[in-house]
């Protein structure tokens, strides 16, 4: 066994402070080869060095502790392996998510997005199948690939095809307080059982400004406030839940190229067509 070194000279050996393998310490992951049982000083082997370096540059690429923990835990390599690229995976989204995050940006610094045109539609009432929840905004997208895949199931189950795009209704509170019951439905064209949170319902018709969502699904506030601006102008929007239906269904996983969204604003009446609108 090698002569063991004070935690001072093990946090020079490691570039670990004090503050930060005594942390380590009491979460279980760098335990110190020694503790004097009367001055509580901690004391470490040289050969722990490259466990602490490890640990150092998975906390550098920002790995949760319990990830960590698994890691330096693993009772074999293929644990280990698993461990590892399951968050250069989850490192890898979250880049990507950056990289288009920037260009969003750097696309309304430079004044270069398109605003897509705005149709008036009226919505007829809808027989579909549904599910009601309380969802925040975080939750939202993997909770409707969820349901959505749920819907979709069911409707093919009964050997039925769905009557019309999935949708789902956003009230108010939504965006006001992030968290809200969100419906999730697709229309289906006769009678499907309901099942466990699944429900038969009826989606009331409505008068509604559209402007359709194509690209990242974090970019949608971009074409809701260039739809709520076409709104506000003329002064026609009413209180109800927004709707967005999908012509591609919708799943939580970005598909290449970015979602469809056709988003629904609720006004008084079917507007006259402006120039440059459809």
Known sequence: MSALVSIGDFSRMTHLSIKALRFYHDQGLLEPAEIDPASGYRFYDPSQVPVAQVIRRFRDLDMPLDQVRAVIKAPDVQTRTKEIIAHLTAMETKLAEMQMSVASLRALLEGSQVVPAVEFRSIPAAEVLAVRATVTAEEAAAWGGDVFAELYGRIERASLAPAGPGGALFPAAFFELEQAELTAFVPV??????????????????????????????????????????????????????????????????????????????????????????
């Open 189 to 278: 064209p006769g009678p499907v059982p309901a099942d466990g949170r699944v429900q038969a319902m009826t989606i009331p018709a409505a008068e509604t400004a559209v402007m359709v969502h194509s690209g990242p699904l974090g970019d949608t506030d971009q074409t809701y406030g260039a739809l709520g601006t076409v709104v506000a102008g003329r002064a026609i929007g009413v209180d109800g839940p927004i709707r967005e239906y999908y012509p591609v269904p919708f799943t939580a996983a970005e598909p290449p190229g970015g979602y469809r969204i056709e988003i629904c604003w609720p006004v008084f009446r079917t507007a006259p067509q402006l120039p440059g609108t459809r």
